[in-house]
């Protein structure tokens, strides 16, 4: 499966962390990908606030007020950056990661009550991404409709494959809002006013 790098992470340590992801365990799969998904939030959350990298370091510092991923997905919905159904499966990921990190008994997808989790996020297979030349050269517009036939997914996984699988409807949920976030992040401010995109 494809994934959109985190900026910060040197290609090494990125391939190492992805064949975690491939290998590792159910438990290093769900931590890994989580932090993928709360990284990009994060960068998402932090180019939506006011510009003050001294007090933006204060705040997302380890510890800080805005650290806790719980405390990230709630601002970034009260700041209309995505909507309640989105709001609610982020705080989805966020309980199954949760789980996996907290829970010495949990150790694979396919137990209750994760695998039920993991079985309710379906925003990835409601929202199509479409891409198309922009009108200035280099520039790529984007169109997000639900359940439009004819567009793209973001990531694709085949209608009756494995999607019913709890640990691949995780992964390809992480994906989805880690691409999400990676466009949202490039789009200019204005745009979102008028509709959110997820």
Request: proline residues 5%; aromatic residues 8%.
């Amino acid at each position: 499966m494809a994934w959109i790098t985190m900026p910060r992470l040197p290609a090494a340590k990125l391939r190492a962390v992805l064949a975690e992801i491939d290998t590792g365990s159910h438990r290093a799969t769900a931590l890994v990908a989580g932090a993928f998904v709360e990284e990009h939030l994060t960068l998402l959350v932090r180019e939506s606030v006011q510009r003050d990298s001294k007090l933006e370091d204060q705040m997302f510092r380890p510890g800080g007020p805005l650290s806790d991923m719980g405390v990230k997905i709630n601002l970034g919905y009260f700041l209309g950056l995505y909507t309640k159904t989105a709001w609610k499966e982020l705080d989805t990921i966020r309980r199954i990661r949760n789980e996996f990190a907290h829970t010495v008994e949990t150790s694979s997808f396919n137990q209750s009550p994760v695998k039920e989790w993991c079985m309710n996020l379906t925003r990835w297979r409601m929202v199509k991404i479409q891409t198309r030349p922009g009108p200035s050269k280099g520039s790529l517009m984007l169109s997000m409709d639900e359940g439009k036939k004819g567009e793209f997914p973001l990531v694709g996984i085949k209608e009756g494959g494995s999607e019913k699988r709890p640990y691949d409807r995780y992964l390809v949920a992480c994906q989805f809002y880690i691409g999400i976030f990676t466009m949202l992040s490039k789009i200019d401010r204005e745009l979102l006013r008028d509709k959110r995109l997820l």
